[in-house]
């Protein structure tokens, strides 16, 4: 791409619809294509479950903040993953980090108990563990950075190297680093992936899943393949729902942020807190990492190790006014969520630990907010 990001996302990638000329993207909602009078597709759509054109406009947009060969978008996070490991050989070896987002972990943990991959876990933000993990051959090796619920901070340039090394393809999840900080591709990544239900969109109006490929290799065309056999592409109202929060995406990410490293600032020594995980924070032990590729701020994801136990940090969580109790991130409100009520056994997540989604909201409100529910009455 041959312009900054923020004219690229603010103008949707320039694509002007040819039929009316309509600034706001279209919205092209249909099931199949007609064809034209030699019988040839006319456009290159044929049906909707293959490929449709407010999916192609979202992925075009995506492609060009990325800098990728192809993008693909589907119906949820958890369909890319899926189609993504799909794709893999049988009893592939996958090399995945032992906290990341629990549905992925679970996912890839009932694959390798059915036999069709083999899973090797290292500890996020441990070069040896990693390396170790990896061993002298892998299929492909998973990278969450910053990674849920803890924020640890996995070095992409170093994880390029060891995959690489061992013949394996690297995809990181960056979910809670959206290509205006993290440009995982140019740092090493052949894919990178993304829920678009979260920064992408930006407004918890629609789920979503992204791959972008830095060069297109066979095993591309087999993702592709998956997506339509599954029937899970995102279809045409959600793809405009991400395409209009993605107009936006350059300016949330700075609020975001800039709330959150508020909010880290206030809270790190509080009576309250035993710590605060955000990987802006000097103190966090992947800050220095964070800080060499996420360009352009932190984002708003963070934790509070809650003093107490359990029953403190539910507490806490359920008392607050402005932060909304609920799952998911990424959004223009503040989201706060117990860990270990959703993830339950599923993971040896800390039991006081409140995971915050930082919004865009006026900090002030947002603190005040954290202080009442962490000193109740
Ligand atoms: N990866 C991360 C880091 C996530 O936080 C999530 C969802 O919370 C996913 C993947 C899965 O995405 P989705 O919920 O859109 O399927």
């Given at each position: 791409m041959d312009e900054k990001q923020d004219t690229w996302l603010a103008q949707a990638?320039?694509?002007?619809?040819?039929?009316?000329?309509?600034?706001a993207p279209p919205i092209v909602s249909t099931a199949t294509f007609a064809r034209d009078a030699q019988y040839d597709m006319r456009n290159g759509y044929m049906y909707a479950r293959y490929s449709a054109p407010t999916t192609d406009h979202a992925e075009q947009i995506i492609k060009g903040i990325e800098g990728a060969e192809d993008t693909l978008l589907f119906n949820s996070g958890l369909s890319a993953v899926v189609a993504l490991l799909e794709a893999l050989p049988m009893g592939a070896k996958v090399v995945a980090p032992e906290v990341m987002y629990f549905g992925v972990l679970v996912w890839m943990q009932r694959q390798a108990a059915k036999g069709t991959i083999t899973l090797s876990l290292y500890k996020p933000g441990d070069r040896a563990s990693l390396e170790r993990a990896v061993?002298?051959?892998?299929d492909l090796v998973w990278v969450e950075?910053?990674?849920?619920?803890?924020?640890s901070v996995t070095d992409i340039r170093h994880a390029a190297q060891v995959a690489q090394a061992a013949s394996a393809s690297l995809a990181v999840d960056g979910t809670c680093a959206p290509p205006v900080t993290t440009q995982a591709l140019a740092l090493g990544a052949d894919y990178s992936f993304h829920s678009a239900t979260k920064y992408l969109n930006g407004h918890s109006d629609m789920t979503g899943g992204v791959l972008s490929v830095k060069a297109v290799r066979p095993e591309w065309e087999d993702i592709r393949e998956v997506r339509k056999l599954q029937g899970t592409i995102l279809p045409a109202f959600e793809a405009w729902l991400l395409i209009r929060g993605m107009r936006t995406l350059a300016i949330r990410w700075d609020a975001c942020s800039a709330n959150a490293m508020a909010i880290a600032a206030h809270f790190e020594?509080?009576?309250?807190?035993d710590r605060v995980l955000y990987?802006?924070?000097?103190?966090?032990?992947?800050h220095d990492v964070a800080a060499s590729q996420m360009t352009r701020g932190f984002g708003g994801m963070m934790s509070f190790l809650v003093k107490g136990g359990f029953a403190d940090a539910l507490a806490m969580a359920s008392?607050?006014?402005?932060?909304?109790?609920a799952t998911s991130l990424g959004g223009v409100e503040s989201l706060i969520e117990h860990r270990k009520t959703v993830e339950g056994d599923a993971t040896d997540v800390a039991p006081n630990l409140v995971r915050l989604s930082v919004g865009i909201e006026d900090p002030i409100n947002l603190i005040e907010d954290l202080e009442k529910a962490l000193r109740p009455g």
């Open positions: 990638g320039h694509i002007i619809d040819e039929t009316t000329g309509s600034v061993g002298d051959r892998a950075t910053p990674a849920n619920p803890d924020w020594n509080h009576a309250r807190v990987p802006g924070l000097g103190s966090h032990s992947g008392r607050t006014q402005v932060f909304v109790p």
